[in-house]
């Protein structure tokens, strides 16, 4: 499994980020019908009758408030564009699923099995296009012929879209890291994890989840967010993440303001010189070099002076 993946299947599969993530992201008519505290993860390597491993990315089970439960398929999505066949992975994947859960609880073949509801969260850039119904993926067929065709859709998180809508809740954790994972700079970024640090913070066991967060941060998001002249930190600690991303704005910033006061002050050095000119004539090259030279401070003052000066020594006095 690639790095990437690995360290986004740690953070989904968290507990508390993937109830955060489902209240993010599923209409608020779904939630009352689960309870989301009943969240319990389950394998997510299907296996096929021949014990063909294939990764499915995250599977869960939680409990329906009609007292049955439902399966959650979450496929996690990390490429710069959608999968067109996205809808007919999901079909296989839950196809695989239920042979997976009859062959591990040793069911028997007249148990029903329990409802699925498949979600892709996607965090590449650019929005999501492909189908999210397998039917879209098939040929058009008579009416005769329909009810024996597959049927399958899904339910689809864009983060992006998302994001930049602001459709997402504040103080939610998975939120905040779909944020972060769309942070538009450095500035951005260090808000958003101190507001990372503050929602860890009020949840029950969260020195587990500051690790777990701060890892991702570390691997994913600060190789992104950081000036390439800043070394990594060497922890998962994501308070410490936050300060390092915090100083390194400063240090991002401070060059930034000190050019626009070096701006500044040579700007009003030019308008003097200007007006020195047009009041004088061609200024000696000891006055320019006096003026090039100059503070903040001397500049204001000459300029002060320029307006009642004679000669050129009255505006230097």
């Not at 496929?75 to 994947?93: F, K, N, P, T």
């Not at 062959?103 to 007249?110: I, K, W, Y």
């Not at 061609?282 to 320029?306: D, G, H, K, Y």
Request: glycine letters at 6%.
């Amino acid at each position: 499994m690639r790095h990437h993946d690995r360290h986004y299947r740690r953070l989904f599969g968290h507990p508390a980020i993937m109830r955060d993530l489902l209240a993010a992201i599923l209409p608020p008519q779904w939630r009352g019908l689960i309870d989301l505290d009943t969240l319990e993860p389950l394998p997510a390597d299907h296996l096929s009758a021949k014990q063909h491993v294939r990764h499915g990315d995250l599977l869960w089970k939680v409990c329906r408030t009609d007292g049955q439960q439902l399966h959650l398929l979450v496929l996690l999505e990390h490429q710069s564009s959608g999968d067109r066949i996205m809808a007919v992975r999901i079909l296989s994947y839950a196809a695989l699923s239920y042979e997976t859960l009859l062959r591990r609880e040793r069911r028997s073949t007249r148990q029903l099995l329990p409802a699925l509801l498949p979600i892709v969260l996607y965090t590449g850039l650019k929005p999501w296009r492909a189908a999210t119904d397998v039917a879209a993926l098939i040929d058009p067929v008579p009416a005769a012929l329909q009810p024996f065709q597959p049927a399958m859709r899904y339910v689809l998180a864009d983060a992006g879209v998302l994001v930049r809508q602001g459709a997402l809740p504040a103080g939610n954790l998975a939120s905040l890291v779909l944020q972060l994972e769309h942070n538009q700079g450095i500035e951005q970024a260090a808000r958003l994890l101190r507001e990372l640090c503050t929602a860890i913070a009020s949840h029950a066991g969260h020195e587990a989840l500051r690790h777990v967060l701060g890892a991702w941060v570390r691997y994913i998001v600060l190789p992104r967010a950081l000036p390439k002249d800043i070394p990594l930190p060497d922890t998962d600690d994501i308070a410490e993440l936050a300060m390092t991303v915090a100083h390194s704005r400063d240090w991002t910033l401070r060059p930034r303001m000190e050019g626009r006061e070096e701006g500044r002050r040579e700007g009003q050095a030019q308008l003097l010189k200007r007006q020195l000119m047009k009041k004088f004539g061609i200024l000696p090259p000891a006055v320019v070099q006096r003026l090039e030279q100059a503070t903040e401070a001397q500049t204001e003052a000459w300029s002060l002076n320029f307006v009642d000066a004679d000669t050129l020594d009255d505006v230097f006095r």
